[in-house]
């Protein structure tokens, strides 16, 4: 892990496999990310997180009674299939355009996010 990173924060290999999924995903669907840098971070971060201790992106903006359950069942795994059928992010990762709280961006750095997180 980089030593500027918290115990709490993602490694930084997952981290950037996170950020490029979201980016490439959000592209791919015609969705933006939250106008809000730091809601954006935050789920990139959880996703990274769970993909380090789980082994898979599951949402992180849900409470599992069995998170290895959950990874094995997949429908929460990111895109989880709300989003996958009816692109209803739950995270607030992905919003279409005319959600109120979509901002105008598909892209957010790796900096931005360490730095965000960080702070948490």
Known sequence: MNPETTPTQSSDKSLEAMRHFSEKYAKNTGTYFCVDAGVTAVVIE???KHKDELGAPLC?????????AEVAAAYWNCPCVPM???????CMLFLMPE??????????????????TAQY
């Open 99 to 116: 959600n109120d709280f979509a901002g105008d961006k598909q892209e957010i750095t790796f900096e931005e996010v360490r730095t965000i």
């Open 84 to 90: 996958r059928e009816r692109k209803e992010c739950h």
């Open 46 to 48: 959880g996703l990274a």
């Open 60 to 68: 992180p903006c849900r409470h599992y009674e069995d998170k290895e």
